[in-house]
C-alpha cells in the first residue's frame, strides 16, 4: 500500500474520536518533508497518557489486537482498558489479525507473547506502535532519558502539527527523540538515524533548529560526536 494511504488511512480511524492523536516516527517526517524518505518498517503514531483507557477500548472496539511489552521480545495482550498492569505501560502494539506482525503465544506462560516479522511489511494499515506521552498546561513534556530527570518542554501548537488536517508530530521533536544513544547502538534504528538526521535538518525553520540544538545542548551536555555533522544547516 502507498505509504500516502497508509497516513490516511490512520487519520480516518482517529479523526472522529474523542481523544488527540498524531503521527510519528519516520511516516510524520514524511508528512514534513512533503515525500518519502525512506522505507518504513513500522507506523508509529502518539497518543496521551489521560487517554489510554480511550484510546485501548476504541481500538479493541474496532478489532484491534492491543499488546503491552514486557521484555524486549516479550508481551502480554491487554484484556481491558482498566487494567492496573497497562497503568504506566507508554508503548504498545495494536495488531490486526492480518498483520505482518504475527503475535505468537509462548509456552508454559499465561498471555505471554513473542512475535515474528512476515514479509513484505506494510502492506495495509494493521500495525500501529503506540507512544502514550505527556502533556502539561499547553506543553508536549518528555523525558530526556539522560538519567538526570532532565525535564523537555514543547509548546503543543509547535509539537503537534498539521498538514490536509491531519495531526504529526514536529520534525523536531522527532529528532531530538532519535537523538537517544539507543537509537545508534540498536542495530536496527541506526540506519534511520543516521538518514533522518541530514535529510530534515535543512528543512527545519530556525526557530525549529534553535529548540532542537538548544534542547540537545540541555539534554546532553556532553554532546554527541556523531550528531556534529548532522547538525550543520
Known amino acids: ?44 503514531m502518539s497518543f496521551f497518557k489521560d487517554d489510554r483507557q480511550k484510546v485501548i477500548k476504541f481500538l479493541q472496539d474496532n478489532g484491534w489486537s492491543v499488546y503491552a511489552r ?27 489479525p492480518s498483520s505482518f506482525v504475527n503475535m505468537i503465544p509462548l509456552e508454559d506462560t499465561e498471555n505471554g507473547y513473542t512475535y515474528k516479522i512476515i514479509e513484505p511489511r506494510l502492506q495495509g494499515f494493521d500495525f500501529i506502535e503506540i507512544s502514550f506521552d505527556a502533556r502539561e498546561n499547553g ?24 498538514k490536509q488536517g491531519i495531526p504529526y508530530m514536529s520534525p523536531e521533536l522527532i529528532l531530538f527523540l532519535k537523538s537517544h544513544p539507543f537509537n545508534m547502538e540498536y542495530e536496527c534504528l541506526k540506519p534511520k ?41
Not at 497516513?7 to 510524520?28: M, P, Q, V
Not at 516479550?74 to 502494539?93: G, L, T, Y
Open 1 to 44: 500500500m502507498n505509504h500516502t494511504r497508509l497516513i490516511y488511512k490512520a487519520h480516518d480511524l482517529f479523526k472522529n474520536s474523542e481523544f488527540d492523536y498524531c503521527i510519528c516516527g519516520g511516516f510524520a517526517l514524511d508528512m514534513f518533508v512533503g515525500k518519502e524518505i525512506r522505507k518504513h518498517g513500522d507506523f508509529d
Open 70 to 96: 514486557t521484555e524486549l521480545r516479550e508481551f502480554f495482550m491487554v484484556a481491558n482498558s482498566d487494567d492496573e498492569k497497562i497503568a504506566n505501560k507508554d508503548n504498545m502494539w495494536a495488531v490486526k
Open 139 to 162: 506543553y508536549f513534556v518528555v523525558d530526556s532519558e539522560d538519567g538526570k530527570g532532565t525535564r523537555v518542554e514543547r509548546k503543543l501548537d509547535k509539537a503537534i502539527l498539521h
Open 193 to 233: 538515524t543516521q538518514n533522518d538526521f541530514p535529510v530534515v535538518m535543512p528543512m527545519l525553520s530556525d526557530e525549529q533548529r534553535e529548540w532542537l540544538i538548544d534542547t540537545l545542548d540541555k539534554a546532553w551536555p556532553d554532546g554527541y560526536e556523531w550528531l556534529d555533522g548532522l547538525l550543520v544547516k
